[in-house]
């Protein structure tokens, strides 16, 4: 009985181990508690004559993969067999998912160790991820304990999803955990930074769009709309992380290339436009506009042949030279507004080019021949933050560009404002001035008229009553006397009003060498001593006939007084000349009490009121003898 149990041991165990010989580099399920990536552990076939069916494949015809890709890009219409063998070694769970990338469509073929056929599995399903917002689309197959089995996967390839085969084996309990560590946390720090630039560049679009909705400059619409297309593609190429339909990705190739060559044209646009190309460099203009017209022939020619399998290949080649071929171009037309463009934002637009080009052919370099797989960014995510970075740094430098030239065109506006402002100040000033010339004409014409017509008069009716006193007896002469002295008073107050209406007076020198005369003739008849001091240099200060009336009679109104009043012998009278034309009236009289002022009280206001009346003062001080002090404002 013993013997039999032994027996019956040993043909199973050599039963197992004849099964996992008979899987040759099979794949231990058993060993997995989350997920592993198995690439390297798949074996393939590249049916390139498309002769084949998955059930005319044989074992011997499948090997491993020796390149980045197990895809060939020049091969995409070729028939792609992969073979996974799987054993379970463990006790763990009999159930497995199979996760073969994005946008991946594939047919899964079970072998039938006892009938030696391929039966294809209806095992497909899809999974609501919560760490990506998405459904993850697997495969799932069962592989009891201690059982050893092979798949076969006819994978349906094509231009847009040869290059994201990422087949990964999972434990049904661990989805979560993978679609968040292998999906999601390796692109963590390019999605960080991704919509950290987006922000920017987000900010810097509604800033420009705003300005152009309120101004309609197209320089603007041009910026905000390059912004707008690199927005739109660096957030679809952020998408990519979420996404998994063929559908989506099957749009990558028309979103890869018409956005970046969109982006281009429309920097080329803003470019004609801001610098006025058209206008300024015809030669340059032209060229520019070859460059974009030259982009849309492309587009319009290698979009079709990328949407296919077999010229996908040289449609990205093609590709890559326009790009290459634009970024030269590109990089002459910014040489020449560095070096030859002697404004300021043009320099701008130049170094913001340069900076941009230089960072693309570094993204450029990366996504093509690049080999760097880190551990938080892999090298796509790379090349893809280093070209948005070189976007963001040249918008940063082209909206420096655009607000120096608002600042000259505000400051341009502002001195247009105040030449214009100038020029009706000065018409306005041209008015007053003719307005003030007819017054002063006016003036003139009245003070000569009183001259040549009252004046005529009065001096008539002063001779004829001095001929008529001759003729009379010196009691018949009194009323005549009257009407001579009369007369005489009469000459003197229209002297002095015509002295006041004419403009030609309105001058300080002329009016204190007025007030020196008067002064002198004043006090000639009478027994005071007078001292008279005037300022050797007197500024031709304008004085209007209404300042010099006023102060001419309040000076007269301050000799009557020292006559009537004072008793003095000697009166000195100064003239200084300062911020205030100041007449100083000194006397050695009596004085008076300034609680007692009821003789002087109306002289005193005149005088007070009329140096008010032209925003002067009046000042009197009583000590020894009475000195008055008139101030008048010269400016």
């Excluded at 551990?375 to 893809?384: A, E, I, K």
Aim: with cysteine; aromatic share 14%.
């Amino acid at each position: 009985m013993l013997f039999k149990k032994l027996t019956i041991l040993s043909l199973c165990a050599c039963y197992y181990t004849a099964a996992i010989a008979q899987v040759s580099g099979s794949i231990d399920v058993g060993s997995i508690h989350d997920y592993d990536t198995v690439e390297a552990r798949l074996t393939y076939f590249i049916d390139a004559s498309r002769r084949y069916s998955i059930r005319d494949v044989e074992d011997a015809q499948f090997s491993p993969s020796s390149g980045k890709s197990p895809f060939d890009q020049t091969q995409l219409d070729a028939n792609y067999f992969i073979r996974m063998a799987v054993t379970n070694t463990g006790s763990y769970t009999d159930t497995f998912y199979f996760y073969a990338g994005k946008a991946q469509h594939f047919s899964m073929y079970e072998y039938d160790t006892l009938t030696h056929q391929k039966k294809l599995l209806d095992n497909h399903i899809a999974i609501f991820s919560p760490a990506l917002f998405n459904t993850v689309p697997c495969a799932y197959f069962v592989v009891r304990k201690g059982e050893s089995k092979v798949f076969y996967i006819q994978a349906k390839v094509n231009f847009f999803n040869w290059y994201l085969f990422d087949p990964v084996i999972l434990v049904p309990s661990e989805l979560s955990d993978f679609s968040f560590y292998h999906i999601l946390h390796p692109s963590r720090v390019y999605i960080y930074i991704t919509v950290f630039l987006l922000g920017i560049m987000f900010s810097m679009f509604a800033y420009t769009f705003a300005i152009f909705v309120r101004e309609s400059t197209w320089e603007y619409f041009y910026y905000a709309s390059a912004i707008l297309v690199f927005m739109l593609y660096f957030g679809l190429r952020l998408l990519n992380v979420f996404y998994f339909s063929e559908l989506y990705f099957s749009l990558y190739d028309l979103r890869y290339q018409a956005l970046q060559l969109m982006g281009l044209m429309l920097i080329l646009q803003f470019i004609i436009y801001f610098l006025r190309l058209k206008i300024q460099k015809p030669r340059l203009y032209r060229q520019v506009k070859g460059l974009i017209y030259l982009q849309i022939f492309f587009l319009l020619v290698n979009l079709p042949l990328t949407y296919t399998n077999r010229y996908n290949y040289a449609a990205n080649i093609a590709f890559d030279v326009m790009r290459i071929g634009a970024l030269l171009f590109s990089a002459y037309v910014a040489v020449i507004l560095i070096l030859k463009e002697k404004k300021k934002e043009a320099r701008y637009l130049g170094i913001g080019s340069l900076l941009s080009i230089f960072m693309a052919c570094i993204a450029l370099y990366v996504d093509r021949w690049g080999n760097y797989d880190e551990l938080l960014l892999r090298y796509s995510g790379l090349s893809v933050l280093i070209f948005m970075a070189g976007v963001v740094f040249q918008m940063i430098i082209f909206l420096q560009a655009l607000g120096y030239r608002r600042r000259m065109l505000e400051a341009q506006r502002i001195r247009a404002f105040e030449q214009l402002q100038l020029e009706n100040d000065r018409k306005e000033l041209d008015k007053y001035r003719a307005i003030i010339d007819a017054r002063d004409n006016e003036r003139n014409r009245i003070s000569q008229e009183i001259h040549d017509d009252i004046g005529s008069g009065l001096t008539s009716i002063r001779l004829l009553s001095e001929i008529a006193k001759v003729k009379m007896t010196p009691q018949e002469s009194k009323e005549l006397e009257k009407i001579s002295a009369t007369s005489n008073v009469l000459m003197e107050k229209m002297n002095e009003i015509i002295w006041t209406l004419n403009s030609r007076n309105d001058t300080l020198p002329n009016l204190i060498a007025y007030l020196r005369h008067q002064v002198v003739e004043f006090f000639e008849p009478l027994p005071v001593r007078l001292q008279l001091t005037v300022p050797d240099r007197i500024p031709e200060q304008t004085i209007s006939g209404k300042a010099r009336r006023n102060i001419t009679l309040s000076v007269k109104e301050a000799l009557h007084n020292i006559v009537k009043h004072s008793g003095a012998a000697e009166v000195s009278i100064t003239f200084t000349m300062g911020e205030f034309f100041t007449i100083s009236i000194k006397d050695n009289g009596i004085g008076f009490n300034p609680d007692d002022t009821r003789i002087l009280s109306n002289g005193i206001r005149n005088m007070k009121e009329r140096l008010n009346i032209i925003g002067g003062s009046c000042q009197i001080i009583n000590g020894e003898g009475t000195l008055i002090i008139l101030s008048i404002p010269l400016v």
